[in-house]
Structure formats: structure tokens, C-alpha cells
């Protein structure tokens, strides 16, 4: 396809799931509340590149209702848009990403059918805003059911065996099944180290926050940390006009190799969750303990101002206000700034999401079942949630809270127990397909006596008596 337009790309991809007899006809027998009250097979909280991938799996399977809820506005879901701020995708732009294995649902049919193949040859990595125009298209040409504006105050399960969404502003929701796909983090918060409490807060923030550059302009500007984030937040400031940029990193030196780059192939996509709990956590904590290296054109973005200074061996060790700015500490003596950037990552605290109080209490993390091996100890791998093969979460205690089997996380704490399949674009499809497999077939067995009595039932004949001749039967 070569700069055909949208609209012959949508018909090419309505050809191509008509081939395949897509989606698969509806098949779970629609569920009422004893008041009467709609009930959703499944519900989904997040409408970003996961929420989608997800929703997109479960219509292609026959799962006909299902809501994705996202408390953003049209356009603003996820971080593409928001609190992401690199130039271009880190991926290679061939990915095919959450496409199900569908060539007309790609980026790349999206990109070619209005700009051509030469323009695709062309393009080195994927500019980021364009990768959230893929995914505002995805979302229509797919007829996935978003609501925007759509927040969920308590996730509430009931007795009849169904789960509540309390809403923000509205009615409550009920769910059969309901899917976290809520982000880096949506089962916690961005990590912020305790030394920030003690300053206020206009002196600095997370780099997960929104954050006015503009007015850090001729302003002393320092980012905590070496990743990724650290280097595109420095880089933002520096292009708003900040007056000096120091980055402050705790290890001697930049990690400059991406393990799990190293052996990405289909195995690990589908033999990851199948390994000993033992190697699972050995893979991860060995790839942690490399760290992933901030990529090569966001690093050179930064290191291309002559007012931007890298301090390595340098960990920000205490922060306090003076001289109506702050002062970092560190090994290397002390930094006087105006504001600070910590782009220190996320952590899985479940407490801290009043959306899930009722059930944060009977979650079981790994902690609570897999001693940490020595040498190997990691507070993030052991607050990661033991999750099923079906992405549900388990319960600490058996019997205590039965709904968990019925809540699925899938979103970025499920790597320890899924392997990288739920934030990435790599996996992105293998994941939400695993997801929906898992779902159909528990949804499935919940209704078995309803489907054996539609065998039952069924009575349309094969044969309608005429197929073999009178004198020939009776001979």
C-alpha cells in the first residue's frame, strides 16, 4: 500500500478479518443483577495501548460486552501525550505492536496508507505524537468501546458473584470480569525519595507529573536518575531555556548495554511464565541490577548543550531549601538549584490506591510466598503481585476474598509472573491474546449449564430425510 489513505486501509482491514471470520461470533449469554441491572462480561480501566490491546482481543474472541473506562479526555490517554517526553518511540518502528497479528492493524499500514513507502523507508524511529495518532485510530477502525471522562472511585465485590465500579460522578458499574490496565503505576505510585517531604513543593516534582517547563526557563534545573525519563525531562528543560542542568546519577558509570535486548525472541514471550519461580526472579533481578540504558539519541539530546553537566558517583543525599531555592547534597558537595526533577520510577503500593482498598488487603504479593534468594534481595520484585496464568490476581488467604480470581492486572507489575507482555510494545499482542484466552475459557466454565443446555436445545438438522432412496433403506 503506497499513500492510499485511511479509508482504504480500514476496507483492506474489514477484508481481512471477514477472511478470518473476525470477530467470532458473540457467544456469553448476557448476565442481569437481580434488580435488572446491566452487567458488563468484562470491564477495562485504562484506555491506553494495553486497555486497547485488551478490549481489541476480547471482540475479536466473541466477547461482545465490554467497557474500557479512562478518566482522560479523547486523545489524552496513557503517556504518549501526557508525561512522556521523548522525541520519538525507543521500539524499532517494524514492531508489530498490538496489531493481534492482523498486517492492516499495524503502524506501519497506518503510516504507509498516507504517506507511502518511501516516506516509511525514510523514517527512523516513530515520533511520539504520531504513535498516539496510531492509537486513536486503532481504537476507532477496531469499534472498541471507550468512555473518557470515566473515573473509578472503588472496585467493590459483591456477593452475587459480580463486581461493582463505584464512579466518580455517576452510577455504579457491574462487571463480570474487570481488567486493570492502568500503567507503570497503576497498582501503586511514582517512587519519590523521602527527602523531597522535607522542602516544599513547588521545588520540585516527578517526572510522571505534569510539569510547566516554560517556567524553568533561566532557571538552575537538577533530574535525579539515569533512565530514559531522566534524560528526556533533562532534555525538556534544557529546550525550555533552562540556565544549567545538572544530572545526578548514582552509579560510576551510565549502563550502556540493554539485557533483555539480548535474547528477545518468541521463547521468552511465551516461555516466561512458565519457568521455575526460581528463574524468573533470577532473570529479572540480574536484569535490574544491569539497568536498562537511557537510549542513545535522548542521552545526545542532553549532552548536545554545553550547560548540561552529567555528575556520575553523585547520588543526591539530602535536599533543603536556601536562599529561596534548594541546596542538594551529595558526595561530590553541595548544588545550589531552583528546582528538581526526580525521575526515580514506580513502585507497587497497593494501599495507596484508594480505588482498591477493598481488596489491596488479600492480594498476594511474592513476598508473601518466594523468600528472596541471597544476593538476589529486590523490594520491587518482592511487591510484585503473584499472578495467575489468566493475569487474576490471588488471594493471601484462602477463601478470604474469592472476587480476585475475577480481577485481572495487566499492566506493568505483572512481569515477575508474565514476563515483559503487558507495557511494552514488543509482547504487546501476545499478552492481551493471553489475556482474552484466559478469560473466554473462565467465562466459559462459569456458564457451563447455561452452554450444555444450548446443546440441548440445538435442533437444526444435518440430515433432512430425503438424502438416501426409500427402496435402497429398505433393501
Same mark, same amino acid.
Given at each position: 500500500?503506497?499513500?492510499?489513505?485511511?479509508?482504504?486501509?480500514?476496507? /483492506? +482491514?474489514?477484508?481481512?478479518?471477514?477472511?478470518?471470520? +473476525?470477530?467470532a461470533?458473540?457467544?456469553?449469554p448476557?448476565?442481569?443483577?437481580?434488580?435488572?441491572?446491566?452487567?458488563?462480561?468484562?470491564?477495562i480501566?485504562?484506555?491506553g495501548?494495553?486497555g486497547?490491546?485488551?478490549?481489541?482481543?476480547?471482540?475479536?474472541?466473541? &466477547?461482545?460486552? &465490554?467497557?474500557?473506562?479512562?478518566?482522560?479526555?479523547?486523545?489524552?490517554?496513557g503517556?504518549?501525550?501526557t508525561?512522556?517526553?521523548?522525541?520519538? $518511540? /525507543?521500539?524499532?518502528?517494524?514492531?508489530?505492536?498490538?496489531?493481534?497479528?492482523?498486517?492492516?492493524?499495524?503502524?506501519?499500514?497506518?503510516?504507509?496508507? #498516507?504517506?507511502?513507502?518511501?516516506?516509511?523507508?525514510?523514517?527512523g524511529?516513530?515520533?511520539?505524537?504520531?504513535?498516539?495518532?496510531?492509537?486513536?485510530?486503532?481504537?476507532?477502525?477496531?469499534?472498541?468501546p &471507550?468512555?473518557?471522562?470515566?473515573?473509578?472511585?472503588l472496585?467493590r465485590?459483591?456477593?452475587?458473584?459480580?463486581?461493582?465500579?463505584?464512579?466518580?460522578?455517576?452510577?455504579? $458499574?457491574l462487571?463480570?470480569?474487570l481488567?486493570?490496565?492502568?500503567?507503570?503505576?497503576?497498582?501503586?505510585?511514582?517512587?519519590?525519595?523521602?527527602?523531597?517531604?522535607?522542602?516544599?513543593?513547588?521545588?520540585?516534582?516527578?517526572?510522571?507529573?505534569?510539569i510547566?517547563?516554560?517556567?524553568?526557563?533561566?532557571k538552575r &534545573?537538577?533530574?535525579?536518575?539515569?533512565?530514559a525519563?531522566?534524560?528526556?525531562?533533562a532534555?525538556?528543560?534544557?529546550?525550555?531555556?533552562?540556565?544549567s542542568?545538572?544530572?545526578?546519577?548514582?552509579?560510576?558509570?551510565?549502563?550502556?548495554?540493554?539485557?533483555?535486548?539480548?535474547?528477545?525472541? #518468541?521463547?521468552v514471550?511465551?516461555?516466561?511464565a512458565?519457568?521455575?519461580?526460581?528463574?524468573?526472579?533470577?532473570? +529479572?533481578h540480574?536484569?535490574?541490577?544491569?539497568?536498562?540504558?537511557?537510549?542513545?539519541?535522548?542521552t545526545?539530546?542532553?549532552?548536545?548543550?554545553?550547560?548540561a553537566?552529567?555528575?556520575?558517583?553523585? @547520588?543526591?543525599?539530602?535536599?533543603?531549601?536556601?536562599?529561596g531555592g534548594?541546596?542538594a547534597?551529595?558526595p561530590?558537595?553541595?548544588?545550589?538549584?531552583?528546582?528538581i526533577?526526580?525521575?526515580?520510577?514506580?513502585?507497587?503500593?497497593?494501599?495507596?490506591?484508594?480505588?482498591?482498598?477493598?481488596?489491596?488487603?488479600?492480594?498476594?504479593?511474592?513476598?508473601?510466598?518466594f523468600?528472596?534468594?541471597?544476593?538476589?534481595e529486590?523490594?520491587?520484585?518482592?511487591?510484585?503481585?503473584d499472578?495467575?496464568?489468566?493475569?487474576s490476581?490471588?488471594?493471601?488467604?484462602?477463601?478470604?476474598? @474469592?472476587?480476585?480470581?475475577?480481577?485481572?492486572?495487566?499492566?506493568?507489575?505483572?512481569?515477575?509472573?508474565?514476563?515483559?507482555?503487558?507495557?511494552?510494545?514488543p509482547?504487546i499482542?501476545?499478552?492481551?491474546?493471553?489475556?482474552?484466552?484466559?478469560?473466554?475459557?473462565?467465562?466459559?466454565?462459569?456458564?457451563?449449564?447455561?452452554?450444555?443446555k444450548?446443546?440441548?436445545?440445538y435442533?437444526t438438522?444435518?440430515?433432512?430425510?430425503?438424502?438416501?432412496?426409500?427402496?435402497e433403506?429398505?433393501?
Amino acid at each position: 500500500m503506497s499513500g492510499t489513505g485511511l479509508p482504504a486501509l480500514e476496507a /483492506r +482491514l474489514r477484508q481481512d478479518l471477514e477472511f478470518l471470520e +473476525l470477530p467470532a461470533k458473540p457467544w456469553v449469554p448476557e448476565r442481569r443483577a437481580d434488580d435488572g441491572a446491566a452487567v458488563s462480561d468484562v470491564a477495562i480501566i485504562g484506555a491506553g495501548m494495553a486497555g486497547l490491546a485488551a478490549a481489541a482481543a476480547l471482540r475479536l474472541d466473541g &466477547v461482545e460486552r &465490554v467497557q474500557v473506562l479512562d478518566r482522560a479526555a479523547p486523545g489524552q490517554e496513557g503517556p504518549w501525550v501526557t508525561y512522556a517526553r521523548m522525541e520519538t $518511540l /525507543r521500539s524499532p518502528k517494524g514492531l508489530a505492536g498490538p496489531a493481534l497479528g492482523l498486517p492492516s492493524l499495524t503502524f506501519r499500514a497506518f503510516f504507509e496508507a #498516507q504517506h507511502g513507502r518511501p516516506a516509511w523507508d525514510a523514517l527512523g524511529k516513530i515520533p511520539r505524537g504520531q504513535w498516539m495518532d496510531y492509537l486513536n485510530w486503532y481504537r476507532r477502525a477496531m469499534a472498541l468501546p &471507550v468512555r473518557n471522562g470515566a473515573a473509578v472511585s472503588l472496585v467493590r465485590p459483591r456477593a452475587d458473584g459480580l463486581i461493582a465500579l463505584e464512579m466518580e460522578g455517576g452510577p455504579d $458499574l457491574l462487571c463480570r470480569r474487570l481488567v486493570l490496565a492502568s500503567g507503570r503505576d497503576g497498582l501503586g505510585a511514582h517512587f519519590v525519595p523521602e527527602m523531597a517531604q522535607g522542602v516544599d513543593r513547588r521545588f520540585w516534582a516527578h517526572s510522571r507529573e505534569e510539569i510547566d517547563f516554560a517556567s524553568l526557563r533561566g532557571k538552575r &534545573v537538577g533530574v535525579v536518575g539515569a533512565g530514559a525519563s531522566a534524560m528526556d525531562n533533562a532534555a525538556t528543560a534544557l529546550e525550555a531555556g533552562a540556565r544549567s542542568l545538572d544530572l545526578f546519577v548514582r552509579r560510576p558509570a551510565l549502563p550502556r548495554v540493554n539485557k533483555f535486548t539480548g535474547i528477545g525472541s #518468541q521463547g521468552v514471550v511465551h516461555g516466561f511464565a512458565s519457568l521455575p519461580d526460581a528463574w524468573k526472579w533470577r532473570f +529479572l533481578h540480574y536484569a535490574g541490577a544491569a539497568q536498562t540504558p537511557p537510549p542513545r539519541d535522548s542521552t545526545m539530546r542532553v549532552s548536545r548543550h554545553p550547560h548540561a553537566r552529567l555528575h556520575l558517583a553523585c @547520588p543526591v543525599e539530602g535536599l533543603r531549601e536556601e536562599d529561596g531555592g534548594i541546596v542538594a547534597e551529595t558526595p561530590q558537595g553541595p548544588f545550589a538549584l531552583d528546582f528538581i526533577i526526580f525521575a526515580t520510577g514506580f513502585r507497587v503500593a497497593l494501599e495507596e490506591r484508594p480505588e482498591l482498598a477493598l481488596i489491596a488487603p488479600h492480594i498476594r504479593l511474592w513476598r508473601d510466598r518466594f523468600p528472596q534468594p541471597p544476593g538476589q534481595e529486590s523490594e520491587e520484585l518482592a511487591t510484585s503481585p503473584d499472578l495467575a496464568p489468566d493475569f487474576s490476581f490471588q488471594e493471601k488467604v484462602a477463601g478470604e476474598c @474469592p472476587a480476585l480470581a475475577r480481577i485481572h492486572a495487566f499492566n506493568y507489575p505483572a512481569t515477575l509472573s508474565h514476563g515483559k507482555l503487558t507495557g511494552d510494545i514488543p509482547a504487546i499482542s501476545a499478552g492481551a491474546q493471553r489475556l482474552s484466552r484466559g478469560i473466554c475459557a473462565s467465562l466459559f466454565v462459569e456458564d457451563r449449564e447455561t452452554h450444555f443446555k444450548r446443546l440441548v436445545a440445538y435442533d437444526t438438522p444435518e440430515l433432512l430425510g430425503d438424502e438416501w432412496p426409500e427402496r435402497e433403506a429398505a433393501a
